[in-house]
Every structure is written in C-alpha cells, then in structure tokens.
C-alpha cells in the first residue's frame, strides 16, 4: 500500500503560478509510474500528467507549455509546477503512484491515489 499527501494547492490569480508535492509513503517494493488528476465539479476526473520511474512525462493537451511534472526517487515525491494558471484550471488536483508490494511470496501491482488538494484560479 501507498499512502499519497498533496500539498501545494490554494487560491491564485489568473497568470500565477503553484508547485504541487505529493509524498509517497507506506509499505511498498518500489513505484512506477506517478501521476497527476484532476476533477472540477460536474466533469470527470481528468488525467493532467503522468511519469515513469525513469522520468519520461506526458501531458494532457490543455496544460502543455504550462505545467511540468517532476520527481524525486530519492523522496518518494512527485511534483508539478503550474504556470500560466486559468480558471479553467480550477479542481481538486490528486496524485497517483503505482506502487509494487511484496506478498504471500509474489510481487503485486496496485493504483492508490491521494486525497487529493484544491487549486482555485479566480480573480
């Protein structure tokens, strides 16, 4: 099991910016890829940017150019810089970790997701 916190999050104006951090913690082998969600009320939970253990990163369409994802093995902590924020940014941001636990003599796979934290872009 990983157990995921966010931080980072809050009110900001349009064109400002906020550093997202989500510390991994638990009873885990290692962890794969790590991610970033989001979800603003009445849409879907959105996929923003993902990261293999390797650092390879995707973004979805709407936040290339503004966001960057990033993170720290060493920490077990994902990041995401976003930049150039608009209200159409506003949601409860969530980060994911694959994380391989060991047991009962096999090694297994699981999603665990953050509680997640609020990002409001208004003036």
């Known amino acids: 099991q990983v157990q995921l916190v966010e931080s980072g999050g809050g009110l900001v104006q349009p064109g400002g910016s906020l550093r997202l951090s989500c510390a991994a913690s638990g009873s885990f082998f290692s962890i794969n890829d790590m991610g970033w969600y989001r979800q603003a009320p009445g849409k879907q939970r959105e996929l923003v940017a993902t990261i293999t253990k390797d650092g390879n990163t995707n973004y979805a369409d709407s936040v290339k150019g503004r966001f960057t994802i990033s993170r720290d093995n060493a920490k077990n902590t994902v990041y995401m810089q976003m930049t150039n924020l608009k209200p159409e940014d506003t949601a409860v941001y969530s980060c994911?970790?694959?994380?391989?636990?060991?047991?009962?003599?096999?090694?297994?796979?699981?999603?665990?997701w953050g509680k997640g934290t609020q990002v409001t872009v208004s003036s």
């Open positions: 994911s970790a694959n994380g391989v636990a060991w047991r009962a003599g096999s090694y297994y796979s699981n999603d665990d």
